[in-house]
């Protein structure tokens, strides 16, 4: 299990580490930190997933001020293991996930304030000494310690926990975990409800109906739906561009004609005089 818990937590450190490296890639999210642990353990598929489940459930979730929401990649490369290595349920593995998640987005926002603070005077020495290779040290090596430390949490979850959390499995009767599994699968409800919240207005509501009835009642998958939204766009783009073309015609044609009339003007001026 050792071997487990250090590739799950270089499956972290890629997702977390690189999404500040390299600027703010969005490589943190859900979906990607999914890729990335099932390509690491050979599973691609549960990995994309467990991470397109997970995103559904991050994708409205913020931090503002002093709140902290779960750490998403935390969250979903200890349920990729879960559901991968371990064989647990989907549903049950992100319902037991998330929780260490919030714990790993905890410890990240000490360890982001705790090393940025120490840091500082450190990249001031650096820069103070004219050499362009400390500045670089130290910006790298407090990369490496601050991300290292912030993907502990994946490693003791996968090493520490996999066992209690197979024993508790094990022993838990089939209705908790039923109970489990519901809740893990309505999770995902929560984060577009969220998302929702931010987007929702009375114009949109049709589409949101539309949307409903399609998956409910006629039964399309989530392919089907976006084929079907993409052709709503495109005919809502032209037809808002007819529109504005028409507007544009309405409005350059008294235009127009104004000046054709103050032309004859001249002429007529010009001529008698």
Same mark, same amino acid.
């Given at each position: #299990?050792?071997g487990? @818990? /250090?590739?799950? *937590?270089?499956?972290?450190?890629?997702?977390?580490?690189s999404?500040?490296l390299?600027?703010q890639? #969005?490589?943190?999210?859900?979906?990607?930190?999914?890729l990335?642990?099932?390509?690491?353990f050979?599973d691609?598929?549960?990995g994309v *997933?467990?991470?397109?489940?997970?995103?559904?459930?991050? #994708?409205? =979730?913020?931090?503002?001020?002093?709140?902290?929401?779960?750490?998403?990649?935390? &969250?979903?490369?200890?349920?990729v293991?879960?559901?991968s290595v *371990?064989k #647990?349920d989907?549903?049950? =593995?992100? =319902?037991?996930?998330?929780?260490?998640?919030?714990?790993?987005?905890?410890?990240?926002?000490?360890?982001? /304030?705790?090393?940025?603070?120490?840091a500082?005077?450190?990249?001031?020495?650096a820069a @103070?000494?004219g050499?362009?290779?400390?500045i670089?040290?130290?910006?790298?090596l407090?990369?490496a310690?601050?991300?290292?430390?912030c993907?502990l949490?994946?490693?003791?979850g996968?090493?520490v926990?996999?066992?209690?959390?197979?024993?508790?499995?094990?022993?838990?009767?089939?209705?908790?975990i039923?109970?489990?599994?519901?809740?893990g699968?309505? /999770?995902?409800a929560v984060?577009?409800? *969220?998302?929702?919240k931010m987007?929702?207005?009375k114009?949109?509501?049709v589409?949101?109906l539309?949307?409903?009835?399609?998956?409910?009642?006629?039964?399309?998958d989530?392919?089907?739906?976006?084929?079907?939204?993409?052709?709503?766009?495109v005919?809502v783009a032209?037809r808002?561009?007819?529109m504005?073309d028409?507007?544009?015609q309405?409005?350059s044609a008294? =235009? &127009?004609a104004a000046?054709?009339?103050?032309?004859?003007?001249s002429?007529?001026e010009?001529?008698?005089?």
């Open positions: #299990m050792l487990t @818990a /250090l590739l799950a *937590m270089l499956a972290a450190f890629i997702s977390i580490g999404n500040y390299f600027g890639c #969005m490589s943190e999210r859900p979906l990607v930190a999914g990335v642990a099932g390509v690491i050979g691609i598929p549960t *997933m467990v991470g397109a489940a997970l995103e559904a459930i991050f #994708m409205g =979730a913020v931090n503002v001020g002093g709140a902290v929401t779960a750490e998403p990649v935390t &969250a979903t490369t200890l349920a293991v879960f559901v *371990m #647990m989907q549903g049950v =593995a992100i =319902a037991l996930a998330v929780p260490i998640g919030l714990l790993a987005g905890l410890l990240y926002e000490f360890i982001h /304030l705790s090393l940025s603070s120490l500082a005077p450190l990249i001031d020495k @103070a000494s050499k362009e290779s400390n670089k040290l130290v910006h790298f407090g990369w310690i601050k991300y290292g430390i993907c949490p994946t490693f003791l996968v090493l926990g996999a066992e209690p959390v197979s024993q508790m499995i094990n022993n838990i009767p089939n209705t908790v039923a109970g489990f599994s519901a809740s699968n309505l /999770l995902p984060g577009m409800a *969220m998302l929702l987007l929702w207005d114009k949109l509501a589409y949101f539309l949307g409903f009835i399609l998956i409910s009642y006629i039964g399309l989530m392919v089907g739906v976006a084929a079907f939204a993409f052709v709503i766009v005919v032209l808002d561009k007819e504005l028409l507007k544009k309405t409005t008294p =235009a &127009a000046a054709a009339q103050d032309s004859r003007s002429d007529e010009a001529f008698f005089a």
